[in-house]
């Protein structure tokens, strides 16, 4: 509901009831505000209130005002969609004003709303999918390993343009195997983004060893080259100098990876590419993940593509992904027996979610386009307000857009993300914060950690103000515009709040 839409349902006192009747018609959402000259809600008006003004035999010039007293049933702006639904259904109804602390009507939620909730980024299946599915089933190769787990690595290796892929349970079960591969022991170092997931650190645990976080640079929202090369100066003055660095492409968009390449390589230390969230994506025309020495992609339910779960890790040296294969099958030599010599993961993909990922491959350039096209969107039609920082795709990056983001600009940033975030809630819309750094987590208190400059901290900064939109490839042109008029208006309403504090 927009600003404009929300405005037509606020009547005043005078209103006479044939005029309300035309209201509630013109509008179409079952109820009116009656409001006073400071804008504070006084009752409200639904079509049963008139029906029952008409059995009355009261005229149709006869004004709001003398209509029954009533005493609205409300909920306040720091209410969640749980609290709203109680009252709704506690008292049977299906319309519930918001109001702030003065009384004011700034909202309205309506329980149509509640069944169209629209989502973060859902599963987006097709027909493709299901034929290699059916095919699994009718050959009963169902289980870890099969032909459609053959095929899904050849396919998405063939698409980025790398040698070789082993498809695997996640893609946190890559990232581990990959330190693994690259030599990773316990009490080793590791840098890491900070800006990610924890799916993209918690890996470094596993394997024993300390992580160390670098910002992110404002240019791309990624792995800022200026504090990598500080945190590579620290670690050979602390004789630290880590075994790899684990480089983070944000939100579907690839890092600056000619500088993050050219300190690593004069330092001699490898990386390994989390590309969970940016498979579709490039950097200067090369597909992001094949940069470092192995790549990482995710297929979870949330991501560009999916295969409900899974992930893979891609490299153009056959021998170690042919070790990646052999560790996470349990690290089973090859004999007729079980013969164990070192220890193994159970990370492999089984056929069935492979033959789901062949499928899903088929589209992905559309899925791409599409989400693209959402952010286009998004940025278009709120390009007028000001104080909107829009994640940004330097010349050279093409973004997949996996997730649509922003970040509010200015003091109290986090108040009216968290504002924000309430007021799109409410009306059945999901949306999230951007990743909370790893630098700030309780679990990684204590680790080192190098800001974008001495006296700055990007990441922590986009954090504070940072959203997260609908952005699933799967959104209809109603939905994405039901997404931008409740933005649009809680956006608005947070500058108010913020003005008024």
Known sequence: MTADEFEALCIRGDTTLHQALATLNRTARGVLLVVDEAGRLVRTVTDGDLRRAALQHLPEMAMVRELPAQSPLTIGPDAGLAAAVAVLDAHQIDHLPVVDAQGRAIDIVLRRELTQRIWLSSPHLGEEETAFVEEAFRTNWIAPLGPHVDGFERELAAHVGVGHGAALSSGTAAIHLGLILMGVQPGDTV??????????????????????????????????????????????????????????????????????????????????????????????????????????????????????????????????????????????????????????????????????????????????????????????????????????????????????????????????????????????????????????????????????????????????????????????????????????RALQQAGLERALA
């Not at 983004?193 to 924890?198: D, L, P, R, V």
């Not at 295969?307 to 042919?322: K, Q, R, Y």
């Not at 799109?424 to 990743?435: G, M, T």
């Open 191 to 488: 840098f890491c983004s900070s800006f990610t997931f924890i799916g993209s650190c918690n890996p470094i645990l596993y394997s024993g060893a300390r992580p160390v976080f670098i910002d992110s640079e404002p240019g791309t929202w990624n792995l800022s080259p200026a504090a990598l090369e500080r945190a590579f100066e620290w670690a050979r003055r602390e004789n630290r100098m880590p075994r790899c660095v684990v480089v983070v492409n944000l939100y579907g968009q690839s890092a600056d990876m000619d500088a993050i390449l050219a300190i690593c390589n004069r330092h001699g230390v490898p990386i390994l590419e989390d590309a969970a969230e940016s498979l579709g994506a490039s950097y200067k025309g090369r597909a992001s993940g094949t940069f470092g020495a192995l790549g990482v992609y995710s297929f979870n339910g949330n991501k560009i593509i999916t295969t409900s779960g899974g992930g893979m890790l891609v490299s153009d040296d056959a021998a170690l992904i042919a070790r990646a294969r052999k560790l996470s099958t349990q690290a089973r030599e090859p004999v007729a027996h079980y013969e164990h010599v070192e220890m193994g993961f159970n990370y492999r993909m089984s056929n069935v979610l492979a033959g789901i990922g062949r499928g899903q491959l088929r589209v992905l350039d559309q899925r791409v386009a599409q989400r693209r096209r959402i952010y286009d969107t998004y940025r278009r039609a709120l390009a007028d307000l000001p104080g909107l920082v829009w994640m940004p795709e330097p010349e050279g990056y093409r973004s997949t857009r996996w997730l649509s983001c922003f970040a509010l600009a200015g003091e109290d940033a986090q108040a009216r993300r968290d504002f924000v975030l309430r007021s799109l809630e409410r009306h059945s819309i999901e949306a999230r914060p951007v990743w909370k750094p790893m630098h700030q987590q309780p679990l990684f208190r204590g680790a080192p950690y190098f800001p974008h400059q001495p006296d700055g901290d990007v990441c922590g900064t986009l954090f504070e103000g940072g959203i997260c939109l609908p952005s699933g490839s799967n959104m209809d042109d109603a939905q994405v515009d039901r997404v931008v008029g409740q933005l649009r």
